[in-house]
């Protein structure tokens, strides 16, 4: 059964930092392109980071500059640094792990940016 659990979320004011973690089960992680994503209320689910297998990154313009993503083949782990956070940055952010036909989502973790 393949599960990818987001966690790292919470509470942060305007300008605070947050690391949002993905450990995944059940699948091969190494060759899997992962992937942010994020949705807040009312809106469409949009994409945040994604990076490939080999290792190369790519940040939506909205968090281009503030957010680092990374992963840890040895750990089946994928990491979202963000940064200097702004009440736009609210929305439940979850995982996305694409492999060929295979794509997974995780259940999400809410991050909130309020003072």
């Known amino acids: 059964q393949v599960q990818l659990v987001e966690s790292g979320g919470g509470l942060v004011q305007p300008g605070g930092s947050l690391g949002l973690s993905c450990v995944a089960s059940g699948i091969s992680f190494n060759p899997y392109a992962m992937a942010w994503y994020r949705q807040a209320p009312g809106k469409q689910r949009e994409l945040v980071a994604t990076i490939a297998s080999g290792g190369s990154t790519n940040y939506a313009d909205a968090v281009k500059g503030r957010s680092t993503i990374s992963r840890d083949n040895a750990k089946n782990t994928l990491v979202l640094q963000m940064n200097s956070l702004k009440p736009e940055d609210t929305a439940v952010y979850y995982c996305?792990?694409?492999?060929?036909?295979?794509?997974?989502w995780g259940q999400g973790t809410q991050v909130t940016v309020s003072s």
């Open positions: 996305d792990a694409r492999f060929v036909a295979n794509q997974y």
